[in-house]
């Protein structure tokens, strides 16, 4: 099941694979996996060179390490090329589920000064719904992108989208702007995609994947779709971070952001047409069930597949990064009652959060 939400008035197009077939201190909660210093001292005998702490060069120079070229092959020879960001140093690698689909293989690229050759990955786990994909590569020394809250983030606050458009070659393209929009909705191949940061960096074909950044290289999100119209231009969209960790632990053993777990899959019932669709009030709002894992806490409580979470906590969930947030606020081991309405009517239901294993199924 999925949530059906009014997609922006003008068509959006993935920035799919080309050719393809604030310095300051971290926000509470922030998972900071490794910061990359600068350095800016002059070899003996030169000039220093100036000061340039807090420029956006500064903050293009901290998160270039994570950045890599995802490059793909697919039946019948078709090629395509892509970005990704590194989230941990043994080779877990985010990028758009839209870049590895339906390939036959992907290979990675690196910008750190360490891995000067190409490594071979694979697809460790896929979120077509949220156009999000987890790969892996035979590595332990890569550099992580630092984390911060895309919560955070406030209407023309500064970011940089980083990644590898038009098959241009010698580097990544840089490109910044700002924050133009808050919890957009666009229509993706797999369903609507919700709560995605509107900006005017440009993204382009081969961006997908690839990193928006705070003015501090912080990953705020995932660069996924620009708009292709003769009425628009600048109008770009990424997926935001806080709504992106709870999936990525989903589909790999990322241990990104908690380890408490529902033991659920779940979209957002948000807007009138969603509601309607379900044969639910236009009002209603909410996360609805799109999969219950065997074994997990959701089997235990009795969750179903069409359940609706309408609150937790007495806290009203409206979507599903309402639900997704206040779960990442939880521990292991923490009750959490939801209110439900489901074809049998209103009901609430106790889930104990269990521990999230690899892949994220018992």
Known sequence: MRAVALATAAAALLAGCNGGGEDEEAAPGTTATRTVTVQETAPA?????????????????????????????????????????????????????????????????????????????????????????????????????????????????????????????????????????????????????????????????????????????????????????????????????????????EISDARVETEAWLGISFSSVDSESAAVQLGLDASTRGAAVTEVYPGGPGAKADLQVGDLIIAADDVPIRNANGLANLIAEREVGDELDLELIDSRGPRLVTVTLAKRTPGGVP
């Open 45 to 249: 005998g030169t000039t220093p060179a100036p000061d340039r702490t807090g420029t956006l060069a500064d903050a293009v120079e901290r998160v270039l390490p994570s950045v890599v070229t995802v490059r793909t092959s697919s039946f019948g020879g078709g090629e395509g090329e892509a970005t990704g960001v590194v989230l941990r140093r043994d080779g877990l690698i985010l990028t758009n589920n839209h870049v590895v689909e339906g390939t036959t293989g992907v290979t990675i690229s690196f910008n750190d000064e360490i891995h000067t050759t190409p490594l071979e990955a694979d697809v460790i786990g896929t979120a077509p719904e949220r156009d999000l994909a987890v790969i892996r590569v035979d590595a332990d020394d890569l550099v992580p992108v630092e984390l911060a809250r895309s919560s955070a983030l406030r209407l023309g606050d500064l970011v940089i989208a980083i990644g590898f458009p038009a098959n241009l070659g010698g580097g990544p393209t840089v490109t910044a702007g700002i924050v133009s929009g808050l919890d957009r909705t666009i229509e993706g191949p797999n369903g609507d995609l919700t709560g995605l940061l509107q900006t005017d960096a440009a993204i382009n074909p081969g961006n997908s994947g690839g990193p928006l950044v705070d003015r501090s290289g912080r990953l705020v999100g995932i660069n996924t779709a620009g708009i292709r119209s003769s009425d628009t231009e600048n109008i770009g969209f990424a997926i935001a971070i806080d709504e992106a960790l709870p999936v990525i632990a």
